[in-house]
């Protein structure tokens, strides 16, 4: 009886309403419809994820409040579907489409979905199916918004909220879309409407500034960029690279660094990086920030920073090359004490040999390796520019003249030399030794590029200079210079080695063929002497070193060349002579030196420091005529403990020895012009004679 009630009250209504009607049981069972369909799910199917779900869902709603509805978007307007409890306990369920003007036309680029209260897909638009055909991914009812956009929802990231900005990973390839979400008239169902975005790349409200800017997104793909940005990274126009494609040299991946800025741990600390496209290296400084109002954009600000890295590497080849040249002076310093030591007794042992005795062959050998030695210890000297020099005015033609026959013997057979003087009218200031060593060093190395043979060229001229040249980062004030050359026409020098060449111990040859001292003896000489070095190189046609030396006027206004006749003469030697005083902190140098006195009959008093010398000149009765003194001792230095001697004592005599180089002591010892300075190592005729005679 309820049941006949409740299908005439379904026909009446029915009557007034144009959609289809169905009548069921508590359990949902229909037995009255008037539609095509067989049941309230079979009407909804075409348009809901879970027709089932959302029929059962709708039933239990009814039942307890006596009405429920529900709205399901269509292409061309709204489905609605109501329930309510009949009388008789019957589910009455009205399926009817309803007309909204604002659902009717979807534009084409408007993507649509729905979802509801747990944030999955009911319903899907006509354009987004499409696209996701097109593209050959499944439907997206029933996914989740966090499977459609960039948007982590569970970590406390913001919820998608009207006119929002976000990344779309569907469909396709990901790409940038503004989102709005309404509220449908469904309860707990909402619209999201997403609008993609044109990724240009052209920035159009930078475009001109002068200043490289890129905007990225969350892959780092570059999605715009501006004219300085595209010339600083070298883009093509419509291409998209992600930014480690063209920038790299972090130290760690670009996509790391760009998810660190999302995350906001790298924003605002600039990076410096490599162009990767730019030949030759072009280092760009950048900094990541973050796009008001959006979460899934970076500007990345870049600038040119190649000036910088090159001050840098300067900066640290600089402390480098200093760090080497006082590791080497210091290294020299200690060898100069032992090679002082090892000559000294062998000219010692030299004296009481003959040529006859068969221990004076290995004697002389003792002593030229010795001398070797300290050759090689005047290398590290001129590497660290803190060699002794005795400079004097040169002219270039008479020393390559005297240094030609040698030089020939050098090259060899198989290699030409040649020897050219063009408009050379000035004179340079020089330690003529020095420059010696700096002219062979470069023959050699010149012989070496050419081991089939060939032809080596140095040439000299004059040169003025009116205004500042600048070359391989250094800048030769204007003057007036000599300019010595040496060429050859070996196989050249590549770029990655010609950076490392004048640096110490390097060297391109096999082991036990070079020292790798060579071209930095070259550097160091031509540094101390106040000039410059350069090299020009092509791989198989060969390289030119080319010096640039200050001019120095003639004559010599400082320095006269004494003639023969005027050298001083000698004083003899007797028994009994000077009383020396000599204060040395090497016991084996100090005792070459007052064994060597004593045999030339020099009474000689040791101390091993400034406090034992000065303890023994308390003696108001104790007649010296000579401190003898290193330099540089534990304690007190030689300076020291002299200039407080001298007061009490200013007649004596006073000789200087030490392993540095005289300039590094020209500080402690300005208080004594009249002093005389020995260089170790020196020789027993060397020792002989700056005892000997006084000082001017």
């Known amino acids: ?77 709204l489905l609605r579907l109501r329930v309510r409890r009949m009388a008789g306990g019957s589910l009455l369920w009205e399926v009817e489409r309803l007309e909204d003007r604002r659902l009717m036309a979807e534009p084409r680029n408007v993507l649509r979905f729905h979802i509801d209260d747990c944030d999955r897909v009911t319903w899907v638009g006509h354009n987004l199916r499409a696209a996701l055909e097109a593209a050959g991914q499944p439907d997206l009812r029933g996914a989740l918004l966090e499977d459609i956009f960039a948007v982590d929802l569970r970590d406390g990231a913001p919820d998608l909220h009207d006119n929002a900005t976000v990344e779309m990973l569907l469909p396709g390839r990901p790409q940038l879309v503004s989102v709005a979400v309404t509220d449908l008239p469904a309860p707990g169902r909402r619209e999201v409407v997403a609008t993609p975005i044109e990724a240009p790349h052209v920035l159009p409200d930078i475009e001109h500034i002068p200043v490289a800017m890129l905007e990225l997104g969350r892959d780092g793909r570059i999605l715009a960029s501006n004219v300085q940005a595209r010339r600083l990274f070298n883009l093509q126009d419509g291409e998209d690279p992600r930014l480690g494609e063209v920038f790299d040299g972090l130290g760690r991946p670009v996509s790391d660094w760009i998810g660190a800025a999302f995350a906001g741990t790298a924003l605002d600390k600039p990076e410096i990086g490599r162009a990767a496209r730019a030949k030759p290296d072009l280092f ?136 050219e003087h063009s408009n050379m009218t ?180 040791e101390a091993a420091d400034a406090e034992q010398a000065l303890a023994i000149l308390q003696d108001p009765e104790l007649r010296v005529d000579v401190f003898l003194s290193d330099i540089i001792m534990p304690g007190r230095d030689g300076p020291s403990w002299v200039g407080e001697a001298l007061s009490a004592r200013p007649d004596t005599r006073v000789i200087f020895i030490s392993g540095y180089a005289e300039e590094t002591l020209d500080e402690q010892r300005r208080a004594f012009p009249a002093s005389k300075f020995l260089p170790k190592p020196f020789s027993l005729a060397e020792l002989e004679d700056a005892v000997a005679v006084p000082a001017n």
């Open 1 to 77: 009886m309820r049941k006949r009630s409740d299908i005439a009250q379904a026909r009446a209504l029915s009557v007034a309403t144009g959609g289809s009607v169905f009548v069921t049981d508590g359990a949902g069972n229909p037995f009255w419809k008037r539609s095509k369909t067989a049941s309230p799910e079979a009407a909804l199917s075409p348009h809901s994820a879970d027709p089932v779900g959302d029929v059962a869902r709708l039933a239990r709603l009814a039942a307890v409040e006596g009405l429920a509805e529900d709205r399901f978007t269509l292409p061309t307007g």
């Open 284 to 419: 760009v400084k950048t900094t990541l920030s973050k796009v008001a109002g959006r979460t899934d954009r970076l500007i990345a600000v870049c600038q040119d920073a190649t000036d910088m890295k090159t001050l840098e590497a300067q900066f640290v080849q600089s402390q480098k090359m200093q760090a080497i040249g006082q590791l080497a002076g210091g290294i020299a310093h200690d060898f100069n004490n032992l090679l002082t030591a090892i000559s000294g007794h062998c000219d010692l042992l030299l004296m009481r040999h003959d040529a006859g005795d068969p221990d004076f062959a290995d004697l002389v050998q003792i002593n030229q390796n010795a001398g070797r030695a300290a050759g090689l210890v005047r290398q590290l000297l001129a590497f660290s520019r803190k060699q002794s020099l005795d400079p004097e005015v040169l002219e270039l033609p008479s020393v390559l003249s005297d240094l030609t026959h040698l030089l020939n013997r050098l090259v060899g057979e198989r290699v030409t030399l040649s020897v």
């Open 426 to 605: 000035r004179a340079i200031r020089a330690d003529p030794r020095q420059l010696e060593q700096v002219i062979v060093n470069l023959v050699v190395n010149a012989r070496d590029a050419m081991p089939d043979g060939g032809k080596i060229s140095i040439r000299t001229e004059a040169l003025d200079l009116d205004a500042p040249l600048t070359r391989e980062r250094a800048t030769i004030l204007a003057g007036s210079y000599c300019v010595i050359s040496v060429s050859d026409e070996g196989t050249g020098i590549a770029q990655d080695v010609r950076e490392k060449i004048f640096e110490p111990f390097f060297t391109t040859k096999r082991a036990g063929e070079g020292t790798g001292l060579g071209l930095s003896t070259v550097y160091g000489i031509v540094k101390q002497t106040g000039g410059y070095v350069f090299v020009d190189s092509t791989i198989g046609r060969g390289t030119t070193f080319t010096i640039y030396l200050p001019a120095a006027d003639r004559p010599d206004p400082v320095q006269t060349t004494p003639k023969e006749n005027e050298t001083p003469p000698t004083p003899p030697i007797t028994p009994g002579g000077d009383v020396v005083l000599l204060v040395e902190d090497e016991d084996p140098v100090r005792a070459f030196i007052s064994r060597a006195l004593r045999m030339r009959g020099h009474q000689v008093i």
